[in-house]
């Protein structure tokens, strides 16, 4: 089955700077890439996903870069205020088996 | 759009005592909805997934019998724990999903809290 690893686990920033979180996949198959934002007691908040056949996606001030050769995939934050501080969560699918494999989290905290 | 709501959003209850916790889509019909699991600090573990209609699929190493799961319509799922145990304390968390080929975003409910005592 699908393996996902993420990295770093935890990441402290200074407001204003980036934060980038790296995920590797195992499955070749794996063509839909998710990334989730997890407030404390909270359920996950889709914020950014990326499809195969794009190798970059960005949304304001989020982006996700994709490579799929190397089987990995990342998150860019740039310009970071203290409301991005959360646990944030990769994860891979493949198209249309909606079953979702989900990377280990990183903690961000972005420091005022 | 797509919001999902869990219900309750925690409880407390009794050790070998049954807990029901609901999920429900209330802007869109569900073909397919997952039921997880969250232990504090960790990542989330797929615990069933669940078809309107039909039995539910269930991960390696989880007790079906323990967790029953119910998908009796397109915009509400159940997940009951029967029996609850100290150990089955945790973090539930629902995620539902339209379904088709270029459709599979999961939605994710707010969780639910269970403390068994």
């Known amino acids: 089955g699908e393996n996902v690893e993420q990295h770093p686990s935890t990441l402290s920033v200074q407001e204003g700077d980036s934060a980038v979180i790296k995920c590797t996949y195992s499955?070749?198959?794996?063509?839909?890439f998710p990334w989730y934002k997890q407030e404390l007691g909270k359920g996950p908040q889709l914020i950014i996903d990326i499809r195969s056949n794009v190798g970059e996606k960005k949304d304001q001030r989020i982006a996700v870069t994709l490579n799929k050769t190397a089987k990995h995939f990342s998150l860019h934050i740039t310009e970071t205020q203290p409301e991005d501080s959360a646990v944030y969560f990769c994860?891979?699918?493949?198209?249309?088996?909606?079953?979702?494999?989900f990377g280990t989290g990183t903690k961000l905290q972005v420091i005022p | 759009g797509a919001v999902v709501s869990q219900h309750p959003s925690w409880v407390i209850c009794k050790s070998g005592t049954s807990v029901k916790i609901e999920c429900r889509s209330l802007?869109?019909?569900?073909?397919?909805m997952f039921w997880y699991r969250q232990f504090p600090k960790q990542s989330l573990m797929l615990m069933a997934t669940s078809n309107e209609g039909s039995k539910a699929t269930y991960e390696q190493g989880v007790e079906k019998d323990k967790f029953l799961i119910n998908h009796a319509s397109l915009t509400l799922s159940t997940l009951t724990v029967t029996s609850a145990h100290p150990e089955d304390s945790s973090f539930y968390i629902c995620?539902?999903?339209?379904?088709?080929?270029?459709?599979?975003?999961?939605?994710f409910g707010p969780g639910t809290r269970l403390t068994v005592l």
């Open positions: 499955d070749s198959a794996s063509n839909y």
């Open positions: 995620s539902a999903g339209t379904g088709g080929p270029s459709t599979d975003t999961q939605y």
């Open positions: 994860a891979a699918s493949i198209q249309g088996y909606q079953k979702v494999t």
């Open positions: 802007d869109f019909q569900a073909t397919t």
